[in-house]
């Protein structure tokens, strides 16, 4: 999973804070390695929420658009849009009583993983672009990572800057060097 928004490094939201910017802005985007949503194989394929949120998170009130992978066939397809609109429950169904989600629309996904030089751009909705963190003194790249043991998403972090993030449409912003993180996720239902 890529996660990218408007706070500052490593996010407060992750800890239960408040964003850093007062208000949250920001998207998730899931590559799936190997999976299935009931007997709907998934490999391969890629989602994506994007949401604007007035406050935190938990607080509510967010508009959120959902993009899912245009490979995929009809099967396929209902079965990621299940899951944006959270009506397979998991980390999607918390989230969707958060905002009012705009129906998923299909979009073509490039998304490549491989640490400080992952990416992806998914159509004309979005795109992003990790960079390592830099220390403020000596300019080194630096490899911070965030353990949750209790995390809705994942259960550890890698974290960086985004060199880009930005999305267009109906939700929209630009927060290109801001927080970006990586991980590992497994859900099951």
């Given at each position: 999973m890529l996660v990218a928004c408007n706070c500052d490094y490593g996010c407060p939201c992750n800890v239960n804070g408040h964003p850093s910017t007062g208000k949250c802005e920001g998207g998730w985007t899931w590559h799936i390695d190997l999976g299935r949503y009931g007997d709907t194989t998934l490999d391969g394929?890629?989602?994506?929420?994007?949401?604007?949120?007035p406050g935190?998170?938990?607080?509510?009130?967010?508009?959120?658009?959902?993009?899912y992978d245009?490979?995929?066939?009809?099967a396929q397809r209902e079965a990621l849009a299940t899951l944006?609109?959270?009506e397979a429950g998991g980390p999607w169904g918390v989230f969707s009583t958060t905002y009012d989600l705009e129906?998923?629309?299909?979009?073509?996904?490039?998304?490549q993983?491989?640490?400080a030089q992952s990416r992806y751009?998914?159509?004309?909705?979005?795109?992003?672009?990790?960079?390592?963190?830099?220390?403020?003194?000596?300019?080194?790249?630096?490899?911070?990572?965030m353990n949750l043991p209790e995390g809705l998403l994942v259960r550890a972090l890698d974290l960086f800057a985004s060199k880009t993030f930005r999305v267009n449409g109906s939700v929209a912003y630009d927060h290109s060097g801001r927080y970006a993180a990586m991980g590992a996720f497994e859900y099951s239902g």
């Open positions: 394929l890629a989602f994506s929420v994007f949401a604007d949120w935190a998170i938990h607080e509510g009130g967010g508009k959120a658009i959902g993009r245009e490979r995929a066939d009809d944006i609109r959270g129906e998923p629309q299909p979009a073509a996904f490039d998304v993983i491989d640490g751009t998914i159509g004309d909705s979005a795109e992003l672009e990790l960079q390592y963190l830099s220390n403020p003194v000596t300019g080194a790249d630096i490899h911070p990572s």
